[in-house]
């Protein structure tokens, strides 16, 4: 039995990570807003809503299609301070990357927002991120997953007084139910907003331009660079004021007349993609949802998908990534016929594209894989039939807020190696290969499913199981959501400290044991989830139906997220 039904409506919908981002960007729409500018709405706002996972300043991969147009990304996603030394963690902190400001990167999220609404949105940043100020200056409720990640993560956010004093009101993490403020960030958004205003007489773009200078060359650029020297870090005023999110490919593959559009290999999103083709190659008909025949077919396709991004995957402006052979038939078909029906890798697969030497990587010595960072979801369609598909990230518990802003600097660095040589290793200017990235199917019917999720390294991995509910086993969307999940640690996680645990496969307690034994006698370990946990992503969709006139919207009840629709 479902937790909640599938959202339907004939206008325009919205999916969210919180519940009141889904009901700042539904106000959008029906003010007249287009997708993208409630998608902005949402987006910002969550950055505030989920301040245990989602930074103003973080990072923001945005994936836009304005009516019949062509799909396309933002990498909302900052590179490494121009002057950090290129081997600076081995030679000075054991390889290691401490905790603090050496992880910053130049902070995306406020740059692919307005770009964003420069390229196709109708509103002023004013409209879009006032409801956000208002949420940071009046507050909202804390809810469970919040005071669980304030909790968990008390003694981080108490290594800095600011910190603590944010996160930690009256020296204690907050309950459930108590209101949670966040006064210096409603004030730095409202600067912004300020200085927009201050500059809208000579128009709309002027005034974009304004409330993004506000941030990346005005007070804030000084207090964050400012904060940056006191504490040993290397972002730079020229750092920030050059930063421009750019527009990146899009990678697109064809599955059974729908088309599958994903990010570049400036993050995971080839994972997704070539994962689909391998499950399809091995042979998914006849299969039983969730049965263990099925489940080994996906853990396995998704360790070869793994794999590859974890041989080949890094920001391709610094690094060759093989991205057309790892999505060709040939290479396809190469991963699944190294693929036994029977028995399970006992870890992560071999390299099978270009010379090299695979890397003995280290067993965890950890008995849980560690999560750091965090991440939330925004999925919107309007009336026009405009879509937006994008997720917004970075965790605040790994450094130091900058002090009277309420503003985490994306501490993104944290999903690079400290290795140069690596395809993930990190350099001057280099971006880290992000976790966050958004999807989208232009289904065969004609209609548009904008779909993403939050977790690290699970984010494809949910997002799968979702879309072959959806597609191949013909659920519902909420249904599809909500169906238990499994998630594969057999490769290197995306984050410091990159754990590895070969073998490992997660359910969810509603998995029944008899198909846990089975996947045991095939050779994965079993690592054991709660019936319903936030470890198995929130994924969030709409899917438009051309034939019904209709839009479906869902939302994972593991996390505040909802959808509305009308």
């Given at each position: 039995m479902l937790t909640r039904p599938t959202i339907t409506g004939t206008r325009h919908a919205v999916s969210a990570g919180h519940y009141l981002a889904a009901a700042a960007a539904f106000s959008v729409l029906e003010s007249g807003g287009n997708a993208v500018d409630a998608a902005c709405t949402a987006g910002i706002a969550l950055g505030v809503l989920h301040p245990d996972i989602v930074s103003f300043a973080g990072v923001a991969p945005i994936m836009i299609r304005m009516k019949d147009g062509p799909v396309e990304t933002i990498a909302g996603l900052g590179g490494w301070p121009a002057s950090i030394p290129p081997d600076l963690f081995r030679e000075k902190h054991g390889g290691k990357m401490p905790p603090g400001v050496l992880r910053s990167v130049v902070p995306a999220a406020p740059d692919a927002w307005i770009t964003?609404?420069?390229?196709?949105?109708?509103?002023?940043?004013?409209?879009?991120?006032?409801p956000a100020m208002r949420f940071a200056a009046e507050g909202f409720a804390v809810y469970a997953v919040l005071a669980n990640n304030l909790d968990k993560r008390a003694a981080d956010y108490a290594r800095w007084a600011y910190n603590a004093e944010?996160?930690?009101?009256?020296?204690?993490?907050p309950k459930v139910g108590e209101k949670f403020v966040q006064a210096d960030l409603a004030r730095s958004i409202g600067y912004m907003i300020d200085q927009e205003k201050a500059a809208a007489k000579h128009g709309r773009e002027a005034g974009l331009q304004a409330a993004h200078?506000?941030?990346?060359?005005?007070?804030?650029?000084?207090?964050?660079?400012?904060?940056?020297?006191?504490?040993?870090?290397?972002?730079?005023?020229?750092d920030l004021a050059n930063y421009r999110s750019p527009l990146e490919p899009v990678l697109s593959v064809d599955w059974r007349g729908h088309t599958l559009h994903g990010c570049g290999p400036?993050?995971?999103?080839?994972?997704?993609?070539?994962?689909?083709?391998?499950?399809?190659?091995?042979?998914?008909?006849?299969?039983?949802?969730?049965?263990?025949?099925?489940?080994h077919v996906i853990?396995?396709?998704?360790?070869?998908?793994?794999?590859?991004?974890?041989?080949?995957?890094?920001?391709?402006r610094f690094v060759d990534v093989p991205i057309e052979t790892m999505l060709s038939p040939a290479h396809v078909g190469h991963r699944a016929a190294a693929i036994d029906r029977a028995h399970a890798h006992p870890g992560m697969p071999e390299r099978l594209i270009g010379a090299g030497r695979d890397v003995a990587h280290e067993v965890s010595q950890e008995i849980e894989p560690p999560v750091e960072a965090g991440t939330s979801y925004i999925c919107v369609v309007d009336q026009w039939g405009n879509a937006v598909s994008a997720t917004p990230s970075d965790g605040s518990w790994t450094g130091p807020l900058v002090p009277g802003t309420g503003l985490m600097v994306s501490g993104r660095g944290s999903q690079n190696r400290t290795d140069p040589a690596h395809p993930a290793g990190y350099a001057p200017g280099k971006r880290p290969r992000l976790t966050p990235a958004p999807a989208m199917v232009a289904l065969r019917d004609g209609g548009i499913m904008p779909f993403g999720t939050p977790g690290n390294d699970v984010q494809p991995q949910a997002m799968l199981q979702v879309l072959l509910?959806?597609?191949?086993?013909?659920?519902?969307?909420?249904?599809?959501?909500?169906?238990?999940?499994?998630a594969t640690y057999a490769f290197p996680s995306s984050s410091a400290p990159h754990d590895y645990f070969p073998g490992r496969l997660a359910?969810?307690?509603?998995?029944?044991?008899?198909?846990?034994?089975?996947?045991?006698?095939?050779?994965?370990?079993?690592?054991?989830?709660?019936?319903?946990?936030?470890?198995?992503?929130?994924?969030e969709l709409i899917r438009t139906n051309p034939a019904t006139g209709l839009i479906e919207a869902g939302a994972d009840p593991r996390r505040p997220a909802y959808a509305i629709a009308i």
């Open positions: 964003a609404l420069r390229r196709h949105g109708t509103m002023s940043f004013a409209d879009v991120a006032t944010i996160f930690q009101p009256g020296g204690t993490p200078d506000a941030f990346y060359r005005g007070d804030l650029a000084r207090e964050i660079t400012a904060f940056q020297a006191r504490e040993g870090g290397f972002l730079s005023m020229a400036w993050c995971q999103g080839p994972v997704l993609l070539e994962a689909l083709l391998i499950a399809e190659r091995i042979g998914l008909d006849g299969l039983a949802h969730n049965s263990p025949e099925y489940l853990a396995e396709a998704l360790k070869g998908a793994f794999a590859d991004r974890e041989y080949h995957v890094g920001d391709p509910n959806l597609l191949h086993f013909g659920m519902e969307p909420q249904a599809a959501i909500e169906a238990p999940r499994v359910l969810e307690g509603r998995i029944a044991a008899p198909v846990r034994e089975a996947l045991a006698a095939r050779g994965h370990v079993i690592a054991d989830w709660p019936d319903w946990t936030a470890l198995a992503g929130c994924v």
